[in-house]
């Protein structure tokens, strides 16, 4: 059956609008949210779960397909549908979001993109016509054009230049289909220009493509970015075409796209998420690993009829979490994917009652603040797992009494395993993508190291195997001359992770080049590394007893140990007081960790503390500063009331009036000083 989208009808308040995709492996109502089935599979859910949840098409990934099992194997057994027993449509996209992630380990030129597997090493080179062969042979419903993505804030050469490459990678992929059933849709690029946006959409539109998406967003925008960038790109979309917002988002994400015209939907959080301990309800998010639920016989949310929340109290979820029994996170992804599928039906049926802007009002106003706080950067396709665990990455088998290893973590980047701790450095989009925008970007490491001045001074807070220390290096290499040198000293107990990463098969494995595998070498070897640009030194043992006797004070500082439970002592007040005694007057500090504890114990420090930028689903980190100026986002008196109410709002050695003296924090006081004035 050729594909075919009617368009059905529209609310009379909004551009929201129903409509009807007809595909070979059945029908789809819009708008339609797809689960992610990144490698055929829907993480820790089977095919009739994903249909009870009310899902009719879902999603799969082509770069991981492509890499594993490989179109050999769809081929001969007889494409996706029939391999994953799903009888609905599928949805593949082309691996052009994957490709992005690999910063450090891609080449990407006319003919393509050249990469290293992550399955075994092998050179890949992924091309327009190559991804739509994977495609055919996957035997998707609707396949992807290949693009080339960028953060939605890069410069504007940068912007125009993907966006002209896409275009003609679109017009390849459109020449490369063999299956007239097989949908095409392009993909509309430009970053946050308005005028890139409309050109792009005049240049796609004017092609024979059966639906158009809007990709590039959620990779550095904020939501209110995110939204003007949705409103004017479907505006410019034909009517008779369905409209696709590529990796977004959360359920006010969704509310307000589809508000705007859009009709199709995918994103990872529900799962994700869900493996963390983290439930979307019906009043906002729930983290299940709070002491709260302890004994809690609430159900998960009261207004939802899943499986979950029909048969299981809060309490035994969280027993589960705490015990990382893996029910619970499946029992969790039964609900989050409930949730969003039953956010479109009310959506749909809203629209055929004409009073979509009423509907999407009253579940806005029943999430809580935090949930679509319009200030918050979005957590897109890209969570460090706090406290609970992330999915389980799936190991190489370790030699025997090794404690570091390979593994693949939950979407495909390779990374660190510290089997004593059981914890994975970089967990979820790998150490070269967190490190690039975790810790370079949003210290704006670049754009300090062109400013002159004597040289910036980073502190390295877990070294572990070298992510970020070596990226500030990639940084300083890579700055013009005449600016600041770099001055990286970086903290660790044990060597063995960066010793992995070095190795042969490690730099393989991790996608580091030749000047990274030098530079850390001569670090295990020397202790130092030098260059005329920047500097690296290592200082091994305990942090609490060796950065106390560091003769220096910090610009930068990355905080990248392992978690609380794994190491307790470099989150508390103690360790964070060395930090500021270390600080410089104008130093930034960045980690992973949004912690109420962690949080309250960099107040109690000293330090102004704010919302840092996302890393992988984890929709925000934290950031801290000697300098309020360096904040872009400090917390406020809703994060003081939050802190009131938290069942664990201080490290364990906070002084008894801690309540107190984080109230009386200038980062407060000025504020509430300026209400009461």
């Not at 597997?117 to 054009?145: F, H, K, N």
């Not at 390849?172 to 946050?192: D, H, K, M, Y």
């Not at 091994?540 to 905080?559: H, K, N, S, Y």
Request: aromatic residues 6%; glycine residues 8%; hydrophobic residues 40%.
């Amino acid at each position: 059956m050729p594909f075919r989208f009617h368009p059905g009808p529209r609310d009379a308040e909004t551009r929201a609008r129903r409509g009807t995709l007809e595909t070979t492996h059945g029908r789809v109502e819009t708008p339609a949210f797809m689960p992610v089935g990144t490698r055929a599979s829907v993480t820790g859910l089977t095919p009739a779960d994903v249909r009870e949840a009310g899902a009719e098409i879902i999603l799969g990934n082509t770069y991981h397909l492509l890499l594993r099992p490989g179109p050999e194997a769809f081929r001969t057994l007889g494409g996706i549908h029939r391999f994953m027993r799903w009888d609905g449509p599928v949805l593949t996209d082309s691996g052009g979001f994957q490709i992005f992630s690999l910063s450090h380990d891609r080449v990407i030129t006319e003919a393509g993109a050249r990469f290293r597997s992550y399955v075994d090493g092998r050179p890949q080179l992924l091309t327009p016509e190559s991804s739509i062969a994977m495609q055919t042979a996957i035997g998707s419903d609707v396949m992807m054009v290949l693009d080339v993505c960028l953060p939605s804030t890069a410069e504007a050469p940068e912007l125009r230049a993907a966006m002209e490459r896409t275009h003609r990678w679109a017009l390849r992929s459109l020449a490369a289909r063999t299956n007239p059933e097989q949908a095409l849709f392009a993909i509309v690029q430009g970053g946050l220009d308005p005028a890139l946006r409309a050109a792009s959409a005049g240049f796609l539109t004017q092609h024979p493509f059966d639906g158009f998406a809007i990709g590039g967003l959620a990779v550095g925008d904020t939501r209110e970015e995110r939204g003007d960038v949705v409103a004017r790109a479907a505006e410019l979309l034909p009517p008779d075409r369905p409209r696709y917002l590529m990796g977004v988002g959360t359920p006010p994400d969704l509310l307000e796209a589809i508000g705007h015209g859009v009709d199709m939907f995918d994103c990872i959080l529900p799962t994700t998420l869900a493996w963390q301990g983290t439930a979307f309800t019906s009043s906002g998010r729930v983290r299940l690993t709070r002491t709260e639920h302890r004994l809690s016989e609430l159900p998960l949310d009261a207004a939802c009829a899943c499986e979950t929340c029909r048969g299981w109290s809060r309490a035994y979820l969280h027993h589960l979490f705490k015990c990382r029994e893996p029910l619970g996170p499946r029992l969790v992804s039964v609900h989050n994917l409930r949730h969003y599928l039953d956010l479109m039906r009310g959506a749909r049926a809203a629209i055929e009652a004409g009073r979509y802007r009423a509907y999407q009002r009253e579940r806005l106003e029943a999430l809580d603040r935090h949930e679509h706080d319009r200030s918050a950067r979005p957590p897109g396709r890209r969570r460090l797992p706090e406290p609970a665990p992330a999915p389980a990455p799936a190991p190489d088998a370790p030699p025997e009494g090794a404690r570091f290893h390979l593994v693949v973590t939950s979407l495909g980047a390779p990374a660190v395993r510290d089997a004593e701790s059981g914890e994975v450095m970089h967990p979820v989009i790998g150490p070269a993508v967190e490190a690039e925008r975790l810790y370079v970007a949003q210290s704006r490491l670049r754009e300090r190291l062109a400013e002159p001045g004597p040289p910036l001074v980073l502190l390295d807070v877990g070294l572990g195997a070298g992510a970020n220390a070596l990226a500030a290096l990639r940084a300083a290499a890579a700055a013009p001359p005449g600016g600041r040198a770099l001055e990286v000293v970086s903290f660790e107990r044990d060597l063995g992770a960066l010793a992995l990463a070095t190795s042969d098969e490690g730099a393989a494995r991790l996608g580091l080049g030749p000047a990274d595998v030098a530079a850390a070498r001569a670090l295990l070897r020397d202790g130092a590394w030098g260059s005329a640009r920047a500097r690296w030194r290592l200082v091994v043992g305990d942090l609490q007893e060796t950065l106390p006797r560091q003769d220096l004070r910090a610009d930068l500082i990355f905080w990248d140990p392992f978690s609380p439970r794994a190491n307790p002592g470099l989150w508390t007040l103690a360790a964070f007081g060395d930090a500021w005694a270390r600080s410089g007057p104008r130093c930034a500090l960045y980690t992973y960790s949004t912690a109420t504890a962690t949080r309250s114990a960099l107040l109690l420090a000293g330090f102004h503390v704010g919302v840092g930028d996302p890393s992988g689903p984890k929709e925000q980190t934290t950031a801290a500063a000697t300098d309020p100026a360096l904040l872009a986002r400090p917390l406020d008196a809703r994060w003081l009331a939050r802190l009131e109410r938290s069942s664990a709002p201080f490290p364990p050695d906070a002084p008894p009036d801690a309540l107190a003296r984080v109230r009386a924090h200038p980062q407060f006081a000025a504020r509430r000083a300026e209400e009461v004035a």
